[in-house]
């Protein structure tokens, strides 16, 4: 496999120290702002805020605050606020974003990091209408579409200044693991897994343990629950373990957690 560069420049510099063995608190659309994030992901790793949808429709089925028209002007207020918020947990901040146009999606991400997010992320992981009928998010993953998803890595890395991350979902289609070959050889430094479940024996934990994990920072989450949940999915070697839906329920099981796996 040819590894970008850049992966190993981050990797050089140790960029991602603070997420070794951490706790990310997963964007949740329709709960994961700044107010969440500072709450609920309290001493951890990162907190993912969103995943937001930046698109021209009038209606879309989706939590009406995590939609934003196009345009600077329309978002900036909104991030600067709720990233600043995000940061009162003590974590690193990122925001994550998903849109039929990559023009979007490159202007929403640079305006948070211009407000003060550490990390980047675009969702293709997403099946909703509205994107598969566009061929993107999950569908760019699909073998028909590399093409497309090498454009939008290339475009996102050339345009973005911070650490970006690809959220993914490990069963969204059959062409998955060689999708994760083509992001990681164009230059995305971070991918974001989710297994679905994390219980004992599950596909997912065989998933991982079949990724090559060599210079690529990975993520993964999935139904984990408790602090047994994330060491099954360190232990297939991945580097952070990322929880979502347990939180919502749970404010501090992401601190918690966080403090066990750092006393390993």
Same mark, same amino acid.
């Given at each position: 496999?040819?590894?970008?560069?850049?992966?190993? +420049?981050?990797?050089?510099? !140790?960029?991602?120290?603070?997420?070794? !063995?951490?706790?990310?608190?997963?964007?949740?659309?329709? /709960?994961?702002?700044?107010?969440?994030?500072?709450?609920?992901?309290?001493?951890?790793?990162?907190?993912?805020?969103?995943?937001?949808?930046?698109?021209?429709?009038?209606?879309?089925? /989706?939590?009406?605050?995590?939609?934003?028209?196009?345009?600077?002007?329309?978002?900036?207020? /909104?991030?600067?606020?709720?990233?600043?918020?995000?940061? $009162?947990? !003590?974590?690193?901040?990122?925001?994550?974003?998903?849109?039929?146009?990559?023009? !979007?999606?490159? $202007?929403?991400?640079?305006?948070?990091?211009?407000?003060?997010?550490?990390?980047?992320?675009?969702?293709?992981?997403?099946?909703?209408?509205?994107?598969?009928?566009?061929?993107?998010?999950?569908?760019?993953?699909?073998?028909?579409?590399?093409?497309?998803?090498?454009?939008?890595?290339?475009?996102?890395? $050339?345009?973005?200044?911070?650490?970006?991350?690809?959220?993914?979902?490990?069963?969204?289609?059959?062409?998955?693991?060689?999708? +994760?070959?083509?992001? +990681?050889?164009?230059?995305?430094?971070? +991918?974001?897994?989710?297994?679905?479940?994390?219980?004992?024996?599950?596909?997912?934990?065989?998933?991982?343990?079949?990724?090559?994990?060599?210079?690529?920072?990975?993520?993964?989450?999935?139904?984990?629950?408790?602090?047994?949940?994330?060491?099954?999915?360190?232990?297939?070697?991945?580097?952070?373990?990322?929880?979502?839906?347990?939180?919502?329920?749970?404010?501090?099981?992401?601190?918690?957690?966080?403090?066990?796996?750092?006393?390993?």
């Amino acid at each position: 496999m040819i590894i970008n560069q850049k992966i190993l +420049i981050f990797k050089k510099k !140790n960029i991602y120290k603070d997420l070794q !063995n951490g706790v990310v608190l997963a964007e949740l659309g329709g /709960y994961a702002d700044g107010k969440f994030c500072a709450i609920h992901g309290k001493d951890t790793a990162l907190v993912m805020l969103g995943t937001y949808i930046v698109d021209k429709s009038e209606h879309i089925d /989706y939590p009406s605050k995590f939609v934003f028209k196009p345009g600077y002007k329309n978002y900036l207020p /909104y991030l600067e606020k709720n990233i600043l918020k995000a940061k $009162e947990s !003590n974590a690193k901040v990122g925001v994550s974003v998903v849109s039929i146009d990559i023009e !979007n999606t490159l $202007e929403f991400l640079e305006v948070s990091y211009k407000s003060g997010a550490d990390y980047a992320s675009f969702c293709a992981h997403s099946t909703m209408k509205m994107f598969m009928k566009n061929n993107v998010s999950s569908a760019l993953l699909l073998k028909r579409n590399w093409n497309d998803l090498r454009k939008w890595t290339s475009k996102i890395l $050339e345009k973005i200044k911070i650490p970006v991350i690809f959220k993914i979902g490990a069963f969204d289609n059959p062409d998955i693991f060689d999708a +994760i070959k083509i992001i +990681i050889e164009e230059g995305i430094p971070i +991918i974001h897994i989710n297994i679905l479940s994390s219980e004992e024996g599950s596909k997912g934990l065989e998933f991982l343990r079949n990724l090559n994990k060599e210079n690529i920072f990975f993520i993964a989450g999935g139904g984990v629950k408790d602090i047994n949940g994330a060491l099954r999915i360190i232990d297939t070697g991945v580097n952070s373990v990322s929880i979502g839906t347990e939180a919502i329920k749970k404010p501090e099981i992401c601190g918690i957690i966080q403090k066990l796996l750092f006393k390993l």
